[in-house]
């Protein structure tokens, strides 16, 4: 069964909040700060992974292009992607959620507000 959370930001702050809201959750965490090594790391563990936490503006691969690279793969496309943007724009929303992203979360946020969206996307799985 699938029980680690993959949080994906150039920001290392805001993976050490994510990993924590992780751990209250009582998931194992890994962490990429862009597209390019998450991709490495679903390489390596998609069937672990539970759950993609994923910023939208990172260098190397943004987080459109990692969300448009997971969902064209058959080995990663049923993992839930969540994102994370500092984009409220409706249209951009939409794209995301247009392009298969399950959820998504704006900056700043709250780890309640964290916690609740990550359970939201994982469903059953609690």
Known sequence: MANKILSVD???TI???VGR???TLGMEFLEAS???EALAILEAQFADVALVVLDVNMPEMDGSQT???IKKDLRFQSIPVMMLTTESERSHILNFIHDGAANYL???FTQDDLAAKVA???G???
């Open 10 to 12: 150039d920001s290392a």
């Open 15 to 17: 993976r050490r909040i």
């Open 21 to 23: 809201v992780v751990a």
């Open 34 to 36: 862009n597209g390019l």
């Open 67 to 69: 969300l448009l690279a």
């Open 106 to 108: 704006v900056k700043p």
């Open 120 to 122: 939201a996307c994982l």
């Open 124 to 126: 059953d799985f609690f």
